[in-house]
């Protein structure tokens, strides 16, 4: 029975090997030259979800490939089909705008350059039905010899060479959507940063048409000092998915020593000026936590992203703030807390609790008001959505920026007029809003904890938009 069905197999296999040979012969005689891209994978079956997802990534990658020798290398047609014989894709290019032979060494060229090129098959038949070879010989995906030699001596049993190659694409496709997902985090993080300062007005901060309550800082400072930090946040990534102990408290001084260097990066390129430091903390442990959970889970998990958080700064209030000594050399939280104590934890506090402000408050409503891909609404749509976020954030926020330079009073103002102008918002009033920005740019009262909230929220936001569970 088994070897029954073996027989049908392949006289199904060659019997599509056929129907696709006078297909090809019927697409050259209209006048193309015809590149066909498949996989050269021995043994059954030869096609299935994993093989299809890397032939669309080879797809993509070989179009890329012609276009960066020459803009003008783009083929008439593609056609993709999956038969017996596994997937293909057909390329069809005018045989009066290219040359056949031309077209065989930029496939080769390619072979020789793509990581698992010796697994692909870009065959190119002329517009006359004359298959091009360069009598090149492939090498053996296992040992490195001649291949074709390797076959005819049987030196690697079929099931060997197959086994050998799937494990090779399996690895290949995970390191990709590492990469992308590595990408993809460090750029939520820019996003979250740059929509911050971008949503205008804001009462007290820098915004696009104001300095807020800021003398030595402006829109530019901050456009500057994200695109100082953005770098940074792939060395962050790459160490999250590289770190692999159970316990991830270890990893906070990393961390915090890539946190430094950004504040460098940001005082060098700001001419000293603290654009975002706090930012700079919560942003990084958030996108080690993003890329951690993501690696473990497959998707954005919020409670396991929450966890990663707490287990990252355990124990930070204590070791920072209450051991902190005396004197002016403390930092300003530092300071803060001496004055304050657990009302003045700051971002510290909010990340030792697994940032329950983002999590519980701003995130659920920004998820609500948002229906559609972050990336579709225009400018003014998202300033509109954003605002009442981050008046959320400010009704609830002990925001350290404010206590530091004014005090408990007008933390408490701020939080009641930022609750007034929420509620108001929500019935599609602005003018207690407007009154907010007036009087906190008036006074020189900034929330820059709340913005730094509102930054990290945005990255959460589209991370768990793009890394949904399935």
Not at 44 to 69: C, G, Q, T, W
Not at 330 to 349: I, K
């Amino acid at each position: 029975m088994e070897q029954q069905r073996d027989t049908d197999l392949f006289e199904l296999l060659l019997a599509a090997r056929e129907a696709r040979q006078q297909r090809k012969m019927e697409l050259v005689a209209k006048g193309f030259h015809l590149i066909s891209l498949q996989l050269n994978i021995p043994g059954l079956p030869k096609s299935n979800a994993s093989l299809k997802e890397f032939i669309a990534i080879v797809d993509e990658a070989f179009k890329r490939f012609l276009l960066s020798h020459n803009a003008n290398n783009q083929y008439s047609k593609k056609l993709q089909l999956s038969d017996e014989a596994g997937d293909t894709i057909y390329y069809l290019f005018q045989a009066s705008h290219f040359d056949a032979w031309q077209l065989k060494e930029l496939t080769e060229q390619f072979e020789e350059s793509f990581s698992l090129g010796r697994i692909v098959d870009l065959d190119v038949l002329s517009n006359e039905g004359v298959p091009l070879s360069s009598g090149k010989a492939k090498a053996c995906f296992i040992c490195e010899q001649s291949a074709l030699h390797c076959r005819q001596n049987k030196r690697h049993a079929i099931e060997e060479v197959r086994l050998a190659m799937i494990e090779a694409i399996t690895d290949f496709m995970l390191k990709h959507k590492q990469d992308k997902m590595l990408n993809d985090v460090a750029g939520f993080a820019v996003k979250g940063l740059l929509h911050e300062v971008a949503l205008s007005p804001k009462p007290g901060l820098v915004c696009r048409n104001s300095m807020g309550a800021h003398s030595d800082m402006d829109y530019l400072t901050f456009i500057n000092a994200i695109a100082s930090l953005s770098p940074y946040f792939m060395e962050i990534n790459r160490y999250a998915l590289s770190y692999n102990a159970k316990d991830v408290s270890a990893a906070l001084p990393v961390i915090k020593n890539i946190g430094m260097q950004m504040e460098l990066a940001m005082f060098e390129t700001t001419n000293g000026v603290n654009t975002h430091k706090g930012a700079i903390f919560l942003m990084a442990i958030s996108c080690f936590a993003m890329v951690r959970v993501i690696k473990r889970l497959g998707y954005l998990k919020i409670t396991a992203f929450s966890s990663v958080i707490q287990q990252l700064t355990r124990g930070l209030v204590q070791r920072e703030l209450c051991a902190a000594g005396k004197g002016a050399e403390l930092s300003h939280g530092q300071q803060c807390f001496a004055l304050y104590g657990l009302q003045a934890a700051g971002a510290r506090g909010e990340a030792e609790q697994g940032l329950p402000t983002v999590l519980h408050h701003s995130l659920p409503a920004l998820n609500h008001i948002i229906n559609k891909d972050f990336n579709s609404y225009t400018d003014k749509d998202l300033n509109h959505l954003l605002t009442p976020v981050l008046l959320r954030i400010m009704t609830i926020n002990n925001d350290t920026n404010v206590l530091y330079r004014h005090d408990k009073t007008v933390l408490e103002q701020l939080k009641s007029k930022s609750l007034q102008a929420l509620e108001e918002w929500e019935k599609g009033c602005k003018n207690s809003y407007e009154q907010l920005v007036k009087w906190c740019n008036s006074n020189r009262i900034s929330p820059g904890g709340s913005a730094d909230l509102l930054a990290v929220t945005i990255a959460l936001h589209c991370c768990q938009t793009e890394y949904i569970r399935h």
